[in-house]
């Protein structure tokens, strides 16, 4: 039985690589008589190679191509011999298409770099190698294309071969197969070619067809199965299901749960309806246990004496795949194996020069840009390093407004950033601060809608605690926007910054013995999660302003609501920009019940009883 | 233990994809068209969800001019899967009588695509699986496994999500909606040979047999029921033939045929030197229509 191989071409433009892989599909009977009679007329209508066919027409699909003769999106193509079945993903060359070829790159065993044998080693050849390689790819195939346009000249040949050789293994490819070629007459690809005699490798499809597989490595490592979902239909059967993402299992092996570090044991393996009674790599399979153990989608079911780690704060390596650049400190969804989590990008430390291997400063990314930063999540990853484990090292970025898929990201290692940051120690402590004033220092956090009641709740409990004889201090969102924050506007990014530094302010200021109250709509939960990780446990109280959106809109103090009604106000919150619920506030206000005044008691009761 | 098969490969991903669908999409539903490529879409989603049936209810976007055949199949897998059948059929092309034979591309239009949008609609799915694959047509093969679709059902290919290894972000917003195609993949080829090694029923058009049949613009119908109308002098005569896609048999051609069983289906198309679309009138017209079609929200 064949098995499955999976790979990328990519080249620059021009270079023949449609053309290259239409001769491949032909010459594997990939395409048949009525495709090839469309083809023969479109080669005639809208080809580039006057009256003989254009193989490249094959693979541009999309009208926009076809009419402006380039390939815009990643093409999968299918053909298979005896031996082997193959999926060629088929990238575009030009630069702004990075994020296509990353995702061509992300699923394949092999790369195919395609280099015109008149022009050598260009910056997208380069590119196009560091990125396979970041995502992975551990086999290289160099083919040089048009050798007929060189008089299938061996020096030629050879020099690009050993021009690209030095390249590579400058950013570590070591593995390369140089083969000289000509897509429009066949040269070297499905079979060996007698123009060249003075090449003794193997023709394209030969070696193909006969490489290594790079996901046969996966089974050869420990057992790993990030769990898609359980399966209960009744009280006798509870499995879990999903994809092996490395090694194999059998009946009786013991498992570790992550992250609970939980421990069991394999009762039954099934693939469909078989008890199959082993498992490996590759296979989606549901497994059940022989003790009952929490688990559920998300958690990964691991060999019990070699568990994968566990860490919320990580390096990693970034492609950026959208116009809207990076925002550092926003909070975006980060989807890895089947975990989905709330992760905050921080700056840049450099951005990668793909060409060069240059590290550049950056401050953000952008469309198509690669960059290492640090990644915090707000709950912790079951993870590898990506060079150990796509499945668990690779993850995507999602954005939380538009659900556009944002980025790439490949982990690194996790960091240990507590060990690592020195604070300067201070002789009167926080402590001593907090004792001097005979209070524990407190953040008390309001959200809620524009209107929802936050400063006039606010006001109310500060009037309060002062009147108890509490030192406070209300940061107020408005006031802070007239002198701190004054440099920023309603932009997402600097309504981040604005919620750090009020952060920040509000630490400091419990850090000297302070009650800090602060009232901003902030509607986020990934902002919120960042402040409370600023404060020391316990001393973040988020209170849950409940107004519902019709109520505040009906209020209205500002004006605010109208306005954003009549579009003068954009990324208004409620309106169309959203806001994300707390999920369990220390306290939860509902004003449809309660009087400010209520209200203020109500916080004041919770802080007497949080001592 | 054996190294996996290209099959094997094949069949994992494919319930990989459903698992993650029912995993992260509120309302799923299987577009089951009865063909060969929805036999092993259901055969995959009997599999990925054992012990339990498939979580969601399977679709007909039925145009009442399918095979008789095509019905029978129909009824006795959904019976048999235990899976709630929904058929749907567009009130407004029933009233108005709308046919393959006097309404041309209209009856795919009314019929397929806004029969579709109705459904779709109608039971507020958040999720579609089609059993299209990516070898079938150019425009296909540049769409994403989880394809998204506007809130009035259009596909817009210059601004698909990247999708990167097997991680799918399945997030809309209220309205949009998706369509999942988990055998993307898969060639005909491996469809059959999977239909073969897995032992799944299929509409036994696609062997061959004596079937009643008349010529028609190069291609050869079947007359199936006494709604085809006879051209003057056309007589039906009995043709050895099969089917190698399965849609409404007006428009469906059969290719003259000997082979009766899965083995020489399969021998017959690894000598093949023509695609299985030919057969269908529908993707005819030009190099750009599946895309135009695809844009206007058809499957």
Known sequence: ?611 | MTSLTDLDRLEAESLHIMREVVAEAARPVMLYSVGKDSAVMLHLARKAFFPSPPPFPLLHVDTTWKFRAMYDLRDRMAAESGMQLIIHTNPEAKARGINPFDHGSLHTDLWKTEGLKQALDAGGYEAAFGGARRDEEKSRAKERIFSFRSASHGWDPKNQRPELWNLYNARIANGESIRVFPLSNWTELDVWRYIEREDIPVVPLYFAAPRPTVTRDGMILMVDDDRFPLRDGEVPVERTVRFRTLGCYPLTGAVESDAADLPSIIAEMRASTSSERQGRAIDHDSSGSMERKKKEGYF
């Open chain 1, 1 to 611: 039985m064949p098995d499955l191989l999976r790979f990328i071409t990519c080249g620059s433009v021009d270079d023949g690589k449609s053309t290259l892989i239409g001769r491949l599909l032909y010459d594997c009977r990939a395409v048949l008589d009525d495709q090839m009679t469309a083809l023969t007329k479109d080669s005639k209508a809208v080809g580039t190679r006057g009256d003989q066919i254009d193989f490249a027409l094959l693979v541009d699909g999309l009208a926009a191509e076809r009419e402006q003769g380039i390939t815009i999106d990643v093409a999968y193509r299918y053909f298979a011999t005896d031996k082997r079945s193959f999926i060629v993903a088929d990238c575009p060359g030009h630069e702004q298409y990075t994020r296509n070829m990353v995702t061509g790159a992300s699923t394949a065993d092999l790369a195919v770099i395609l280099l015109d044998a008149r022009q050598g080693v260009l910056t997208q050849t380069r590119r196009h190698s560091h990125l396979c390689h970041l995502l992975g790819v551990r086999h290289f195939v160099l083919a040089v294309t048009k050798m007929d346009l060189v008089d299938y000249d061996q020096a030629e040949f050879e020099k690009h071969a050993a021009d690209y050789r030095a390249f590579a293994s400058s950013i570590g490819i070591d593995e390369i197969t140089a083969i000289p070629t000509s897509g429009v007459h066949g040269d070297n690809v499905a079979a060996k070619s007698d123009a060249m005699p003075w090449y003794d490798g193997p023709a394209l499809l030969d070696h193909l067809e006969w490489v290594e597989r790079d996901s046969d490595a996966a089974a050869a490592r420990s057992f790993r199965l990030p769990v898609q979902l359980v399966s209960r239909p009744d009280a006798s059967f509870r499995g879990f299901a999903g994809l092996i993402a490395s090694g194999r299992v059998a009946t009786g092996d013991s498992v570790r749960i992550l992250p609970s570090g939980k421990t069991s044991t394999v009762a039954r393996i099934l693939l469909g309806d078989a008890d199959v009674g082993e498992g490996q790599a590759g296979q989606s399979v549901t497994l059940t246990l022989a003790t009952e153990v929490d688990c559920s989608r998300g958690d990964v079911i691991a060999a019990a004496a070699d568990p994968p780690e566990v860490a919320d704060q990580f390096e990693a390596s970034i492609v950026w795949m959208t116009d809207e650049p990076l925002l550092p400190g926003r909070g975006y969804w980060l989807k890895l194996a089947t975990q989905t989590v709330s992760a905050t990008i921080a700056a840049p430390k450099y951005a990668l020069a793909v060409d060069s291997g240059e590290h550049l400063a950056a401050r953000t990314l952008e469309l198509n840009d690669i960059g290492v930063a640090e990644v915090t999540t707000d709950r912790a990853l079951v993870f590898e390093p990506y060079a150990n484990s796509r499945t668990l090292g690779g993850f995507i970025l999602v954005d939380k407004l538009t659900n556009a898929t944002v980025a790439a990201g490949m982990l690194h290692f996790a960091l240990r950033r507590a060990h690592n940051i020195h604070w300067q120690a201070l002789d009167v402590s926080r402590e001593a601060h907090a004792r001097l004033k005979g209070q524990k220092p407190a953040v008390l956090w309001f959200t809620g809608l524009s209107g929802a009641g936050k400063s006039t709740i606010a006001n109310l409990v500060e009037k309060k605690l002062h009147a108890l004889g509490r030192h406070t201090f209300l940061l107020d969102g408005d006031n802070v926007r007239h002198g701190l924050n004054k440099d920023l506007g309603f932009t997402d990014a600097d309504r981040i910054e604005n919620v750090r530094r009020v952060g920040e302010v509000a630490r400091l200021m419990a850090d000297a013995g302070l009650i800090v109250i602060t009232a901003f709509i902030s509607p986020f939960r990934a902002e919120r999660a960042m402040v409370k990780a600023m404060l020391a446990d316990g001393e973040y109280i988020e209170i849950f302003v409940d107004t519902p959106l019709a109520e505040a809109e009906k209020r209205d103090a500002k004006g605010l609501y109208a306005k954003a009604r009549a579009g003068e106000l954009a990324n208004f919150t409620g309106i169309d920009s959203p806001y994300e619920e707390p999920e369990s506030p220390d306290i939860h206000l509902d004003t449809t019940a309660l009087s400010p005044e209520q209200a203020a008691d109500t916080i004041i009761e919770y802080l007497d009883r949080r001592g």
